[in-house]
């Protein structure tokens, strides 16, 4: 079987993207990148990620220097060395910087203002509403809409369109019927759901195949 193919206009696209992730459908996008996999979604999802999981070393990789606040690699070899040195996690001594010799103090300050900035929106993020509005406050305090913008013109301009999709994908996960406490642990599962051993294979018998209509 070669699955099911789906034609669609490209601007619908996403919206059939995001129901076949929230309800676990395997799929692939003949012809491009998903649009959960582009850079700007997973790095807008990267913040989400840390905030809620504070342990997600691998997002907090993600964003450590993105959009750029001055850690750099010398910064960040110091930070890995101390915490094997202490025998804590990575994600648990970055934010200890201020007690490590030989990163800058724009560095350390950057770092503050990040954990600061990630704080609040754990805390945002544990009232269990208005998801989607701490996202953005979230976002934009790390300046990621203009950093996006700035990046290449029209280009730019889209990329940030796309995080725009992903806060209203967010909207409309809060908005779902019968779901008492939207968990944006729940909707972070849901997009990143996906079997890549089917993408990689090409489509099965219970597989969508996407193809977008210019």
Not at 77 to 104: S, Y
Not at 113 to 127: H, K, M, N, S
Request: net charge positive; charged share 25%.
């Amino acid at each position: 079987s070669q699955g099911f193919r789906v034609p669609c206009p490209k601007a619908q696209a996403r919206l059939i993207e995001e129901e076949l992730r929230s309800n676990g459908i395997p799929y692939r996008l003949f012809g491009g990148s998903t649009f959960f996999d582009r850079k700007e979604v997973k790095d807008a999802a990267a913040y989400m990620r840390f905030a809620v999981n504070p342990h997600d070393q691998i997002s907090l990789r993600r964003i450590l220097n993105y959009p750029p606040r001055g850690v750099g690699s010398s910064s960040i070899e110091k930070l890995e060395r101390q915490a094997l040195l202490r025998g804590i996690p990575f994600a648990e001594m970055v934010f200890q910087a201020d007690d490590v010799e030989g990163i800058p103090s724009a560095a350390k300050q950057s770092l503050r203002a990040l954990d600061g900035v990630l704080q609040r929106a754990r805390e945002a993020y544990a009232l269990g509403r208005n998801m989607s509005a701490a996202t953005r406050q979230l976002l934009e305090s790390v300046r990621l809409p203009e950093t996006l913008r700035d990046d290449a013109g029209e280009a730019g301009r889209r990329r940030w369109g796309n995080v725009e999709f992903l806060l209203r994908s967010i909207e409309r996960h809060e908005q779902r019927p019968g779901e008492e406490r939207p968990s944006l642990a729940q909707f972070l599962a849901r997009i990143t759901l996906q079997n890549n051993d089917n993408n990689e294979q090409g489509p099965g018998p219970s597989q969508v195949t996407l193809s977008t209509l210019h």
